[in-house]
């Protein structure tokens, strides 16, 4: 209700009529643009090589190109070229291929914390924002040669410092390069390249072989390229020539032959798969699959043809030999060797005990021994016997775990022969070590 004369009812409607005109019965202006988010460019990629297998890995943005939060991505395209050089920024659609498309999940509601960004490779369907994601590009035969060249027009003909010859000199290289896209499908900006040239790998190794032992799996294989590659890594010695002074100084004897690898040594990396642990928890049942690059067991290349791995009984391992050649950007990695499986069996009694000895004592006898160091101890088995027995017999149904027992179960007088073996913990039956030596004692 408002109070006061007629009058002051009058200029107070009026002036709400004129403050209502003007908020929205004014003269229309121009349309205000909807807001257009475009996400930022993907400056973080790498690319690997692994024989014909190449592992990209770039960072998915955060933020798009107007510096706002969070980034209005829905997927990622990775284009793939292979060339003398890449191509020009507005020719990189046209020209390259789609080698992976990874969608990236929409960010938490507002209020809600955001999942927390781990590096590695992923599946693609959990791919977030600020994430390390890793695709893998399998290199087929087309893939190994030039692509479609760009096309060369009389504008791009002038000097510019992103133009690049049509056909220019040099070794074929493979180029990777990622667009983010909007929900909408909106591209955002061209950013960095990664690549590497084209080099010829060298052959895999051949007759990898694996044997194991109490305490080692054996890994052993022949060279990458056979004789010929074992001989091309180390030059002969220098001969004396047959003629004599009259012949021409004889130098360092090698093979020369251009096999298009990175020249020598040949190194090796070793890589193991190992079978699930039948006893770790299952992943959680929405849990996807994390799926990373394979990672050598070796923590640098060796040059050895043989390598020791540690055992793990019951359980199957395979492994595979990569053969590396070159430095630096000339690094060249094989494919893999054929894979060879193995599951070692427990087929390897403990240690025999030693130093046994008694301490009689009144209704008793006391043994003593020195302990086992193995790591699969179940523990020890305590023989006796009288003396003139063929067989020793246990005193006990279970191993105890001391190396030390008290029979009290003796009789003044006689004189008794004791022994003890050890036993591992493999199940069902578990492996029995030789019998120690045997000593004698006669109870009080």
Known sequence: MIFGTPATHSAVAAALCATVAAAACGKKGAPIAPIVRIPAAVDQIAASRLGSDVYVTLTVPTMNVDDS??????????????????????QWTGLAEVVASIPVAPPPPLGQPAPVATSGTVDASVARQGMSVTILDRLTPEELTQGPVPLVTESSRRPRPDVVDATPAGPLRRFYLAIPLSERGRPGPLGAEAGFPLITLPEPPSAVRATYAAAAVSLTWEPAGGLLGFLLDRPLPVEPSPLGALSLPAGPRSAVIDTGVPPGPTRYDVYRELAPDPFALPPPAEATPVVTPPVP???????????????????????????????????????????????PVDVFPP???????????????????????????????????????????PLTDTPIVDARFRDTAVQPGRRYVYAVVAVDSQLPLPNVSAVSAQVEETAR
């Open 69 to 90: 939060l969070p980034a209005d991505v829905g997927r990622i395209d990775v284009y793939g070229y292979t060339g003398r050089a890449a191509p020009l920024k507005s």
């Open 297 to 343: 067991l070796t923590p640098a290349p060796i040059a050895a043809v043989a390598l020791l791995d540690g055992v793990e009984f019951g359980r199957q391992r395979c492994y595979h030999v990569r053969a590396l050649r070159g430095a630096g950007e000339s690094l060249v990695v094989s494919d893999p060797s054929k894979r060879t499986c193995v599951t």
């Open 351 to 393: 240690a025999t005990p030693a130093g046994l000895a008694t301490v009689p004592s009144e209704g008793a006898i006391s043994l003593l021994w020195e302990p086992n160091s193995d790591v699969d101890l179940g523990g020890y088995l305590v023989l006796r016997g009288e003396v003139g027995d063929a067989t020793l017999r």
